[in-house]
């Protein structure tokens, strides 16, 4: 990796983005760009030579506890209550129009924040959040309630009229991972503002800084004050008192199985409402019919995509022997030919992951897997380089005891088990803690339709894989958590069901 390739390619960042660099930030809290009330700050770090972006307030309880205040006078306040549901249906509208027209400054934050390749921020990040809020903006205009013909015992004369109303929750509070810092945020924001409740947001330590650019865009575009809170922070000071706050009606939380599983604690105190998207370790299956030219690309992107930092990334896979070694030497010399270098490079098919101890993290997974016995066939060579770079790893010899089979790794690395038979597959493909996603890579229907309410994940692709849309419900079976993201299933998630009977 040469580090003038890196000089040439920061220097090419725009005047907007330096702009926003130039001064520690504020966070949005009531309408207002403050400080904590502590004044203590925290740096943001580029991933590619570890030097400091620019620092974020470091909120803790007492900020958090301001910021639930505002986001509920603004949710009982007139001025949001009395929007119609076309105005806020419009509001979003006019956010994604922004985003969109200020892409390249976003693809810009989100590479120098998280790491990740320019190109790949702007083809996923950027445009995923640009139609998502396009879609959930649609909802706002189609929520329903239903009319119930009930069997209830009537008066002399009388009748029942029943239905049901879909009422905004109220206050979410929304904890979201660094991996996509901008689509979590709209797919949180999103849904909370098409139903009409109001948010307080905390973008994750390592990656705030898109979170508190779409903040002066929710503001250039008409949200009322207080509508939506941004509060910068750690997990433990921000985080943990947000999820524990009795003030919020909603938690709406992405990130770690370990995490979720606190937040869901905390809320449960309160029974404040929780949706948990979490971990994964999703399988990708190859039956013997595959085509192995199209499953060695669809596998490789399948765990390298944004360097394996993908909740849904096929990280393990199972391939049936008749395939095993084509599909391996296949996918290991791509690994092997893959550019590593800093994601403001256009030519980067790797770059660093997200923190020194997310590197250290994954290598010492790397190192597990070697110790219990796997083989590596391409990568699990430490880089000689500054940044926090991990290089695309294939293992084989491996079995399903292994930690590298069993545990999230949330880095680039494969691990790979030939199979014969449908059953022995399907067994080892639910033999996980997580039901994220999985994929099938087969043109036998027979097979493909035996195979997929056998297997437990939330999300099954077939002949492709890590294909998220906004109408498409997205969440996990098992310790991937608990709800759905996306379609008609997220308004479920943020809004109350009232029934309604009247006596006439
Ligand atoms: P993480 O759980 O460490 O952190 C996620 C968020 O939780 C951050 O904002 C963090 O500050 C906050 N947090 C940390 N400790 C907290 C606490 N005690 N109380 C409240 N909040 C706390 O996860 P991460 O490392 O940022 O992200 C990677 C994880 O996210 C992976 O496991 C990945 O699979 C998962 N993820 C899941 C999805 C999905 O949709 N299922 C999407 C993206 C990422």
Redesign the pocket.
Known sequence: MSTNIEAAAVASISKATRAFLAAPRKMLIGGEWVDAISGKMLSTFDPSNGDAITSVPAAAAADIDVAVQAARRAFDSDEWRNLRPVDRELLLLRLADEVEAHGDEFAELECLDNGKSLVLARRVDIKNTVEFLRYIAGWATKIEGSTIDVSLPRARDGEYFAYTRKEPIGVVGA??????PLM?AAWKIGPALATGCTVVL????ETPLTALRLGELLEKVGYPKGVVNIVTG???DA??PL?AHPGIDKIAF??????GK??GRAAMDNMTRTSL????KSPVIVLEDANPRAVIGGAASAIFFNQGQA?TAGSRLYVHKKLFDQVIGGIAEKAAKMKLGSGLDPATQIAPLISERQRDRVWSYIEAGKAQGAQAVAGAARPDNSGYFVEPTVFVDADQKMRIVQE?I?GPVLVAIPFEDLNEVTEMANDSPYG?GASIWSHDLNKIHRLIPKIKAGTVWVNCHNMIDPALPFG?FKH??IGREMGRAVIDMYTETKSVCMAI
């Open positions: 904890i979201i991972p660094w991996n996509f979590m905390k973008p994750a330590e750690t997990g433990i985080g943990a999820a992405t990130g770690s199985t370990e995490v606190l937040v998207e979490l971990g994964g909740c999230e949330f994220l996990g991937s958590g």
